[in-house]
């Protein structure tokens, strides 16, 4: 008896379909999420994000993304806090004219 053969192990890759309700959603998230829609379509998404719990979890993932590349845009979007760390950069490295 021979061991060894393994036959049948036939797991179809079963590709990830999501329902055109759920694209649609999807693909207007980051404006849901910037309240760029109109009045209809952010409650269109809203009806289907209380319905539908994987876009759900995906609106809060994008959600947090977005608070947080919002804070990093914020910092640089500061000219006189940039400023006061390259001025205080220049000092620490000696450069300061004063
Ligand atoms: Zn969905």
């Not at 009806?47 to 876009?55: G, I, M, N, Q």
Request: aromatic residues 4%; glycine residues 8%; proline residues 4%.
């Amino acid at each position: 008896m021979s061991a060894g053969d393994n036959i049948g192990g036939g797991v179809a890759g079963q590709a990830i379909v999501f329902p055109p309700e759920c694209e649609q959603a999807v693909r207007a998230l980051w404006d849901y999420l910037d309240s760029a829609l109109d009045a209809l379509k952010m409650a269109v998404i809203d009806d289907h994000l209380a319905r539908c719990a994987p876009c759900r979890e995906h609106a809060q993932f994008e959600r947090t993304l977005i608070d947080r590349i919002r804070g990093i845009r914020r910092e640089h979007d500061d000219p006189s806090a940039l400023r006061v760390r390259v001025l205080a950069a220049l000092h620490d490295a000696g450069l300061s004219r004063q």
